[in-house]
């Protein structure tokens, strides 16, 4: 403070801003207190733990490795009680690089299958590469093996916000666009959000776009309860027998919480189905959950407007032996590129924002 607007009473300015200093000093440690943001590596490969030290909440984000939640430890809303939010590869850096569930993977620049990995886009036929080769598909994008960068962190008495950047550039085989990628991963006492903010980097051109992720949520798999958001009806995307859309939906309520998967522990009923929200209003929110009887405990995912498909997939126990069933949010229907249901179609400089998360009751 200026020594002339203290005047006679500069003591009392000086304890005034020592007091200042220290209130200051306590807040900024507080904050410290509450969350971290932390370097660690598995294996070769970089990652960033995002973690509560007070409730020893985290989640672990792969940098070197497309982004991928590797771990997700959640305190319940109501008792308090941590969990283990998701399947893992368990820290093991070959199991994640030969990504063969594509646990916890970022899909981008498009989620589920491509049929045939060929699409044609304001009159250009592109070719992207094959790598679901019984079905004939390309699956999930391209984030799988690249690096991303840290754009932005952001460390608060509330949350930890770490803000990961990819350039795609145009280099990929079947996605000659150029692209913008901002995800960033919030932790706090809500649970988990993952926000994206995607911008079109060409000159001119407009590019397509949809954006997924693949969590595998940690429950006894064949006595869990599963309910698509109950505020809107639910449509089964018919799929053909190599996984791709028809174009045929019809109104579903498999999963309105009111079953268990059913099976057994060791062969838990298969579904590897997909379903869209015909919710009318594009604003409202879905909110699904997962009730898993073994704790008790309900995980809930939630998706902004810009997501409104789900994929569930309950094949972890028969395909790897771990017991888990995959919730994929969707921006678009599988295929998008081609059938352009909720397809993101991206002018020159237009970003595309949306949100979902995840938090336990």
């Known amino acids: 403070r200026d020594l002339k607007t203290c005047g006679s009473s500069f003591g009392m300015c000086a304890y005034t801003n ?7 000093a306590l807040t900024s440690a507080q904050a410290a207190i509450f969350y971290t943001v932390e370097d660690e590596f598995i294996g070769s490969l970089a990652t960033k733990i995002i973690r509560n030290v007070l409730t020893d909440e985290y989640v672990q984000i792969v940098t070197d490795f497309g982004g991928k939640v590797e771990a997700l430890r959640l305190s319940s809303r109501s008792t308090g009680t941590l969990r283990d939010v998701l399947l893992t590869d368990n820290g093991n850096e070959t199991a994640i690089t030969e990504n063969k569930f594509w646990k916890g993977m970022l899909l981008i620049p498009w989620a589920n ?18 790598n679901d080769l019984p079905r004939q598909n390309s699956l999930h994008g391209f984030l799988d093996g690249k690096k991303l960068t840290v754009f932005y962190t952001d460390i608060t008495d509330y949350y930890a916000t770490l803000t990961l950047l990819y350039d795609f550039d145009g280099s990929d085989q079947g996605y000659p666009y150029t692209m ?4 960033s991963y919030t932790l706090s006492g809500a649970g988990l959000t993952l926000s994206f903010d995607i911008t079109n980097n ?14 595998y949520f940690a429950c006894s798999t064949y006595q869990a309860r599963v309910e698509f958001d109950p505020s809107t009806p639910w449509n089964l995307v018919e799929l053909n027998a190599n ?12 999963f309105s919480g009111s079953s268990e998967i059913g ?9 590897d189905v997909e379903y869209k929200s015909v919710m009318p209003s594009r604003d409202a929110m879905l909110v699904s959950k997962l009730y898993d009887a073994a704790t008790n405990q309900a ?12 994929h569930i997939f309950t094949g972890a126990m028969k395909f790897f032996g771990e017991d888990g069933i995959a919730l994929e949010p969707m921006s678009g229907m599988a295929d998008a590129f081609n059938n352009h249901d909720h397809l993101t179609i991206l002018s020159a400089g237009e970003t595309w924002s949306g949100a979902f998360g995840v938090y336990v009751e």
Do not use: C, E
Request: aromatic letters at 12%; glycine letters at 6%; hydrophobic letters at 45%.
């Open 202 to 215: 060409m000159a001119q051109a407009p590019l397509p776009l949809t954006v997924g992720w693949h969590p």
């Open 263 to 271: 099976g057994n522990a060791t062969d838990p009923t298969f579904y």
């Open 113 to 130: 299958r491509i049929a045939y990995g060929k699409y044609t886009f304001y009159n250009d036929t592109n070719q992207l590469p094959l």
């Open 180 to 183: 913008r990628l901002l995800v």
């Open 243 to 254: 996984m791709d859309p028809t174009g045929m939906t019809h109104l579903d309520s498999t």
């Open 299 to 310: 995980v809930v995912l939630w998706q902004d407007s810009s997501f409104r498909l789900t």
């Open 18 to 24: 020592v007091l200042l200093l220290v209130v200051v």
